[in-house]
């Protein structure tokens, strides 16, 4: 019985491995090869979306296409598992695998969703000389605008974190002699338009256990829009926004909203939003995309002291399950993955094509901008005494500040010529909905206390009529793809700010980490739930006073063992000692480290075990995977560090 158990599966898996190396259909009673003029893409209309169908897959059926079964929706919706898991190993299906999908299946892949797949080219391959892209004219354009989130997010495979893909074709080290390869890139990319070319990448990457990853602009700090021999699903181009007046699909909102494509980025929403007189809650940064991991994540914002988090603005998804079944999921329907959607992280429950979210009146912004340099040369403003007293009382004001909606954004760095000291730069403080002239009465008690220390400032005030001139005249522009930095955060609750003792504590941390070393960018906002809002997002934005990214940079000509030393520090001594003075808080899992210990508490908090089991029911195949994702726990990137995980290994299952 055994011995015809096994044949009967061997059997299955040459019926398997046929599939992924044949692509004919049966035309006239002739067995011919598919191509474009005898196979249109996989989709009909339903509704206003293109949809892949059973009705499209019988079409396909009927026409005896040798390999239709591997873009197939599950025999089994309800099923827990998938049914081909038996065929496979441990491991996600990879390029040096038998059933890694041959060119000819790739190429039906492509005909099926119009011509969408592409073959990864690394961004930085046309500054190798040694490469077939070379392209002396497009490397000098990449070199130049290297720094910028637009040069990555116009690329399919493109990430803005460099460090986690391995750093195996960058342009800086074309003219090398080194070798340009996909380390961490996918194997493929599928540029989005439709809902079906979603469905049909979903389905052919469940049906051949093909690691998935979801990638829209490329802006991530941990690694999870990437990965080595992945197919990825590229949902940039997913541009349209939709205003809606009054939105009447929920019991506890009335009012304008947009509808957002999944490709719509910071600055796309920031302008709608003055198109159309309202006010919308984004990111700080302009690349980011707004309804992909900066919502899932739970989103914060220069608006989250007055109306929440990202996650907080959503009333309906539109989301590809893992089943390929595409579902709306809002307050009625589906409403366990709407919970989770909403801050319960990204890469993880499905694809979002589209979002609906909440949006306000047109109001009034105020608020300041300043740099100062400490030291006691020439250059220096004030003196470094002055500096840390002023930011002490800065510091022990941080609940009263968020409590009116204000918004405090700044960063201290050491000196970067060497002399002893620091640059402290806002960018901004904002006041949402407030005068300039109510503004300088709430931080005039400030800047007396400031003065009496000798840290005497001319701060430079601004107030615009609508946040979109606010934002393009006193944000700062990103700067991206540096790939010699560490990062991580820590959001310090209000609690800390009650008791005397716990806040000296907690003051004497933070200088600490930064007179150790570390950089500090601090944002002081307060993440409460708007009322009648319940979500997935971390419980400790509830009661957040001070969002605080810390992290550790080295050079090119570090040695492995000094950025082993650098990297183990962020994770084990700077972020330790924020632990240590803020217990049964958490991380912000969109700007966290990707080696958090017990990421499910610190990225999720009690929302965690909870959103294990929606994961469970929603992605019984483990499709989705991310690090640091609900439930990622149970997989590992082959060949890492034990002190950093990266992409560029296989995904297997522990």
């Not at 035309?27 to 191509?35: D, L, P, R, S």
């Not at 050079?555 to 003075?581: A, C, F, G, H």
């Amino acid at each position: 019985m055994a011995t015809a158990g096994r044949a009967l599966l061997f059997a299955s898996a040459l019926s398997l491995i046929n599939l992924v190396y044949t692509q004919t259909i049966i035309k006239a009673g002739q067995v011919v090869n598919v191509n474009e003029a005898n196979v249109a893409p996989a989709a009909e209309v339903v509704g206003e979306e293109l949809q892949l169908t059973e009705d499209a897959l019988a079409n396909l059926t009927n026409l005896k296409l040798s390999n239709i079964s591997l873009f197939q929706f599950p025999e089994n919706l309800e099923s827990s598992s998938n049914n081909k898991r038996s065929f496979f190993t441990s491991c996600k299906t990879y390029p040096t695998d038998l059933l890694w999908p041959s060119d000819l299946i790739w190429d039906v892949f492509n005909l099926l969703t119009g011509g969408a797949l592409i073959k990864t080219v690394p961004i930085g391959a046309v500054c190798f000389t040694n490469n077939e892209h070379y392209d002396k004219a497009k490397c000098e354009n990449i070199l130049e605008h290297w720094t910028e989130s637009a040069t990555h997010a116009r690329d399919p495979t493109s990430v803005m974190s460099p460090l986690y893909q391995g750093k195996t074709c960058m342009p800086q080290n074309g003219e090398t002699g080194s070798i340009c390869e996909l380390g961490g890139f996918p194997s493929y990319a599928v540029n989005i338009s439709t809902v079906a070319q979603v469905q049909l990448a979903v389905n052919f990457a469940r049906n051949l256990n093909l690691r998935l990853v979801v990638h829209n602009t490329g802006h991530d700090f941990l690694g999870k829009n990437t990965g080595a021999g992945a197919l990825s699903i590229w949902t940039h181009n997913l541009k349209k926004i939709e205003y809606i007046e009054t939105y009447s699909g929920s019991s506890l909102y009335s009012g304008p909203a947009f509808k957002l494509g999944a490709g719509v980025q910071v600055g796309e929403i920031y302008a709608a939003a003055q198109k159309y007189d309202v006010t919308a809650v984004g990111g700080e940064c302009k690349g980011v995309g707004v309804t992909g991991g900066f919502i899932a994540g739970g989103g914060h914002s220069p608006l989250t002291s007055k109306f929440g988090l990202g996650a907080d603005q959503v009333l309906s998804v539109d989301v590809v399950l893992p089943n390929g079944r595409f579902v709306t999921a809002d307050e009625n329907n589906n409403s366990d993955l709407f919970w989770a959607i909403r801050g319960g992280g990204g890469s993880t429950w499905g694809v979002v094509t589209s979002m609906t979210v909440k949006v306000y009146p047109k109001m009034n912004f105020s608020g300041m901008t300043f740099a100062i340099t400490t030291g006691n040369d020439s250059l220096a403003n004030v003196t470094t005494e002055s500096f840390w007293s002023a930011l002490e009382f800065y510091w022990r004001k941080f609940p009263e500040y968020p409590k009116l909606g204000n918004y405090g954004y700044s960063s201290i760095y050491a000196r970067f010529d060497g002399v002893p000291g620091y640059t402290w730069t806002f960018h901004p403080w904002l006041a949402p909905g407030m005068a300039l002239a109510d503004f300088k009465v709430l931080i005039a008690p400030l800047l007396e206390e400031w003065k009496a220390v000798g840290f005497d400032i001319e701060p430079v005030y601004f107030e615009h009529d609508n946040f979109y001139d606010t934002w393009t005249s006193h944000f700062p522009t990103e700067t991206v793809a540096n790939s010699n930095l560490r990062t991580a955060s820590r959001i310090l609750p209000t609690k800390n700010w009650e008791d005397e003792t716990i806040l000296n504590e907690t003051i004497k941390t933070i200088r600490s980490v930064i007179e150790d070393g570390s950089a500090l960018i601090q944002y002081n906002m307060h993440g409460g739930a708007p009322e009648g809002v319940d979500n997935a997002v971390n419980t400790a934005w509830r009661e957040s006073a001070l969002f605080a990214i810390v992290g550790a940079q080295w050079l090119d000509t570090s040695t492995p063992e000094e950025i082993k030393t650098l990297s183990t520090k962020v994770t084990n001594d700077y972020m330790q000692r924020l632990r240590d003075v803020t217990p049964g808080a958490g991380s912000y899992g969109n700007e966290g480290d990707v080696m958090e210990p017990n990421f499910g508490q610190a990225f999720f908090g009690s929302n965690y075990d909870r959103l294990l089991q929606i994961k469970a029911d929603v992605d019984p195949y483990d499709l989705f995977w991310a690090p640091t994702a609900v439930g990622s726990e149970n997989w590992y990137i082959t060949r890492q560090e034990d002190w950093l995980v990266t992409q560029t290994g296989r995904l297997c299952r522990k």
